[in-house]
């Protein structure tokens, strides 16, 4: 099993910042065969990919919403997962979720790819 738990979430206004975070533990976790990603969903949508990482942290994708604002990587000598987020906007509004997968699913911006999930962070960005 693993666990995953987030923070950093709350609130900031539009063109603000904020920083999220995803601990990992247990023992089916591998940070170096485990893509890592954040996903989020907003009341009334469904779950979006925001961004995922590999293993390394070499190869990064990203939702077109957020290219060039958000920033994903990890730390894997502490076995956490991050999400900066800048320039941000009230389209941004949502529950942030980490999640993890095995290498071998692909990972990328589907959920599919991925196998455990957090309970969830909430963003919310006013104007």
């Known amino acids: 099993q693993v666990q995953l738990v987030e923070s950093g979430g709350g609130s900031a206004q539009a063109g603000g910042s904020l920083r999220l975070s995803c601990a990992a533990s247990?023992?089916?976790?591998?940070?170096?065969?485990?893509?890592m990603g954040w996903f989020r969903q907003a009341p009334g949508k469904e779950r979006e990919g925001v961004a995922s990482?590999?293993?390394?942290?070499?190869?990064?994708a990203y939702a077109d919403s957020v290219k060039g604002r958000f920033t994903i990587s990890r730390d894997n000598a502490k076995n956490t997962l991050y999400l900066q987020m800048n320039s941000l906007k009230t389209e941004d509004t949502a529950m942030y979720y980490c999640?993890?997968?095995?290498?071998?699913?692909?990972?990328?911006?589907?959920?599919?790819?991925?196998?455990?999930w957090g309970q969830g962070t909430q963003v919310t960005v006013s104007s």
């Open positions: 247990g023992f089916a976790y591998d940070p170096s065969t485990n893509i």
């Open positions: 999640t993890t997968g095995p290498r071998a699913l692909g990972g990328g911006l589907k959920s599919t790819a991925y196998w455990y």
């Open positions: 990482i590999s293993p390394s942290g070499g190869l990064t």
